[in-house]
């Protein structure tokens, strides 16, 4: 079965380096997507893609951060000059959105933590 | 602002009974419903889906809809102990955005 793979599955990193996440969706997906959940508190929302470019954004995705497809299967989530609060759990999802086909599908998440 | 209210718990039920979970939503306007299950430290898990008002069944699964109490509940038959996990209701809003609750924390007890 298709599933959404992400790497690395943990990456530390020094306050202010930047990293970036990689994220490859389900093949035929359009819609993808990033969250992010720290330790013990809710999944949040950060940005969806679709058609090559950002559809939606919350508040916590600012100037820091920044996502790209740079081709036909890769999805990335960069994030500069890093702090100790990005430290979270960063999980990539991607959905058909086809008919009512809105279920999105999960990455396994990649582990940040921000020394 | 949107919200999803879930009861944190933790809901401690024992095994082969009736696990019964529910969740609140704010936004009247709300077309898609979700369920996730999160075990610890690992990535949220698909398990029911509804867009209709109703009952949906998916093996021991039932997802409940009734959009005019803004109402989604997923019910779990005959636990198990693998089923303690923690259960994410997920609502998706007019731009598929999803907003998620904080999580019921299930524990089946053999």
């Known amino acids: 079965e298709p599933e959404v793979t992400q790497t690395p599955s943990h990456q530390v990193t020094q306050m202010g380096q930047e990293v970036i996440l990689r994220c490859v969706p389900i093949s035929n997906h359009l819609y993808f997507y990033w969250y992010r959940q720290i330790l013990g508190q809710k999944v949040e929302f950060l940005v969806s893609f679709y058609n090559n470019e950002i559809s939606e954004k919350s508040e916590i995705f600012d100037d820091q951060f920044s996502v790209e497809r740079p081709d036909g299967s890769n999805f990335t989530l960069k994030i500069r000059s890093t702090k100790l609060e990005d430290s979270a759990m960063y999980f990539c999802?991607?959905?058909?959105?086809?008919?009512?086909?809105?279920?999105?599908?999960f990455g396994p998440g990649t582990r940040l933590t921000v020394t | 602002q949107k919200e999803v209210e879930q009861n944190s718990g933790p809901l401690s039920v024992p095994e082969g009974a009736i696990a019964s979970l529910n969740c609140t939503y704010s936004?009247?306007?709300?077309?898609?419903f979700f369920w996730y299950r999160q075990y610890s430290g690992k990535s949220p898990e698909l398990i029911m889906s509804?867009?209709s008002n109703g009952d949906k069944e998916d093996g021991r699964f039932t997802a409940q809809l009734n959009k005019a109490s803004q109402y989604v509940s997923l019910l779990i038959r005959d636990s198990q102990p693998s089923d303690s996990a923690t259960y994410l209701c997920a609502v998706s809003d007019s731009n598929y955005q999803l907003i998620w609750g904080a999580g019921t924390k299930l524990i089946i007890k053999p």
């Open positions: 509804i867009y």
């Open positions: 999802a991607s959905t058909l959105l086809a008919g009512r086909s809105y279920e999105q599908y």
């Open positions: 936004d009247r306007g709300s077309q898609s």
